[in-house]
């Protein structure tokens, strides 16, 4: 995962009272390692001096799109694009309303429509405003377009009233944007966002999945595994900032979608993940990379009201049914000529022999193997280190890194080896 230092983070306060803490979210944000730009409505300059976000932040605060008081007019286009996230904070009804239209009008409006990254809004306002229909619909239209939402809390709100609309706190808020910065793709040496980069991903259709499964039970339990989704998340991600056009399908998991993903499609157990998969490969993608955790066995009839314990007794036994499995079963039968697949295997022991066996079995043309006992690979840390392999045998071993960049350098490995 990229870390702070090398992210830049472009922050808009519109005018709402709760611009007060945005001050200290900046000092945060600084602290955490953040590189931070600070943009303001006119009305946020009347709550709170642009000269407090420009000594916090450390860097001018552009408080107009016409260059007032300066030689010349804000290139917002440029402007935009040196953030790689944006952050709106205090968000406004009237904010929300404008970035759900596209309306440009001032420099935060602006910004917003000219920045290629992800957007994290804390809305903050009076409770009626928040809950009028048409500030709800606005949330979900930006929502639907992947916008992240923080907010808002329950508390006293300026009108005096204790209800919903206020500003999360910047705690909470940073933390918001700690998970949201796990989905930004590194910048090169150079600075420059591999969005910049012509190559060889631009312009392919890919197809990921990730996740695990759930698989029933009853109504309210089910059969799962620990898959995060952290993997296919950071492939889509980087895919799509190669300019390729991806479609993600997952299993349940709780992260930001990435932006700019052709298709996105959530789906809950291994059988909707199989038909799933089965439709988006008659879009004859080029790639199937498939990181997804799907469960083998999935309860043979999963019970239509909640099992109650005084029913199942001190014991009781489950019926399992197979799963299909994907790449075994259902890619053969939807494959057209040409699609290169992708497997991943977590294997513990003869790691090397056991996954070259899977590629072989399911018709890979390459498979990430990761085994997690491998020291700086293990469940729940930070790092993980993976070998690529082809049908010859391995191509590439990674070092122990973060699993976004994992991400780029497999696509960058995947690329090299097919062009090689
Ligand atoms: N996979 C799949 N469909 C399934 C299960 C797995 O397509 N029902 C895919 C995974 O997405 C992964 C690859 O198969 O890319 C290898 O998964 P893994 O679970 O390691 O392999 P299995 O053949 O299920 O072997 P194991 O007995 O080790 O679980």
């Known amino acids: ?70 030689s010349h007019a804000l290139d917002h286009v440029e402007y935009a694009r040196w953030s790689d996230l944006t952050v709106v904070a205090p968000a406004t009804a009237n904010t929300l309303a404008k970035a759900a239209s596209g309306i440009a009008d001032e420099i935060v409006s602006t910004l917003l429509l000219a920045q290629p990254g992800p957007v994290l809004m804390a809305p903050a306002m009076n409770d009626n405003m928040w809950r009028h229909p048409a500030t709800q619909a606005n949330v979900v239209l930006l929502k639907e377009r992947g916008v992240q939402m923080v907010g808002p809390g329950t508390g006293f709100l300026a009108c005096g009233t204790v209800d919903e609309g206020r500003m999360m706190e910047p705690e909470e808020i940073l933390a918001a944007i700690r ?27 890919v197809l990921i999945t990730a996740g695990p499964t759930h698989e029933a039970i009853d109504p309210v339990r089910y059969i799962g595994n620990r898959s995060s989704g952290a993997m296919g998340f950071a492939l889509a991600a980087q895919a799509v900032a190669r300019g390729a056009a991806v479609t993600l399908i ?34 004859n993608p080029d790639w199937l990379i498939m990181t997804a955790a799907v469960a083998d066995f999935a309860p043979a009839q999963p019970a239509s009201g909640k099992l109650k314990k005084e029913d199942l007794g001190a014991g009781w ?54 085994n997690p006992t491998a020291e700086g690979s293990g469940f729940g840390e930070e790092n993980h280190q993976v070998q690529l392999l082809a049908a010859g045998g391995m191509i590439w071993q990674s070092e122990s890194r973060p699993k976004a960049e994992l991400a780029a350098e497999l696509l960058t490995e995947l690329a090299r080896h097919q062009s090689g």
């Open 1 to 70: 995962m990229p870390t702070p230092d090398s992210i830049r983070i472009m922050l808009m306060v519109t005018g709402g009272i709760a611009a007060y803490k945005s001050c200290m979210l900046t000092r945060l944000l600084v602290q955490a390692g953040f590189s931070v730009k600070v943009a303001m409505t006119e009305a946020a300059t009347r709550f709170v001096s642009p000269m407090t976000f420009q000594v916090l932040s450390g860097h001018p605060v552009a408080t107009d799109l016409w260059g007032e008081g300066q």
């Open 179 to 205: 998970i949201l910065a796990d989905t930004v793709v590194p910048r090169d040496a150079d600075g420059d966002s591999p969005t910049d980069q012509t190559n060889f991903w631009a312009g392919r259709k």
């Open 250 to 283: 997952s299993g349940p998991v709780a992260r930001p979608r990435p932006r700019g993903l052709r298709e996105f499609v959530g789906v809950e157990t291994g059988r909707e993940m199989s038909a799933a998969v089965a439709t988006a490969l008659a879009a």
């Open 317 to 370: 036994q489950l019926d399992m049914v197979r799963n299909p499995d994907i790449l075994a079963e259902i890619v053969p039968a939807h494959r057209q000529p040409g699609l290169k697949v992708v497997g991943f295997a977590l294997e513990t022991e003869d790691v090397q022999a056991r996954a070259l066996g899977k590629l072989k079995a399911k018709a890979m043309d390459y498979i990430v193997a990761n």
